[in-house]
């Protein structure tokens, strides 16, 4: 009998020390809960001061204008030399004249080569070779 009771102490011993463990693990987890929501709670309100300081930048830059007030201005299909059915608006007479100086002025810039044959000249002296 006094075997039984021993057996039974140190069952209710070896309980109460895994109820005990039990307890300070579960402790232990609500305090790293705790601070992990302490911890998104400040970065969350990092964030959001980050958010206002960039929003209030970015209003400064703009000059508060509004976006619709921000865009260039419209360009037309004549900006472009067509007209609203998109053929090609005719050319005045400045813009023909134009176009011919730009050619006349890039063929009298373009060398003449003689095409005849080429003699060869020597890197030390420069006398010609055949």
Do not use: Y
Not at 15 to 44: C, D, H
Not at 69 to 79: N, V
Request: hydrophobic share 25%.
């Amino acid at each position: 009998m006094a075997s039984n009771m021993v057996g039974k102490l140190q069952r209710l011993v070896s309980s109460v020390k895994q109820e005990l463990n039990t307890q300070i693990e579960l402790e232990e987890l609500r305090k790293a809960k705790q601070e992990f929501e302490s911890a998104a709670s400040q970065f969350k309100d990092d964030l959001k001061d980050i958010g206002g300081n960039t929003q209030n930048d970015l209003n400064e830059i703009s000059d508060g204008l509004k976006p619709w007030e921000r865009l260039p201005e419209q360009r037309t299909p004549a900006d472009f030399g067509v007209d609203e059915h998109g053929n090609p608006l005719p050319q005045t007479e400045k813009r023909a004249n134009r176009g011919n100086r730009i050619r006349r002025q890039r063929t009298a810039r373009r060398p003449r080569f003689d095409h005849g044959p080429r003699r060869r000249q020597c890197l030390r002296c420069g006398q010609s070779m055949a």
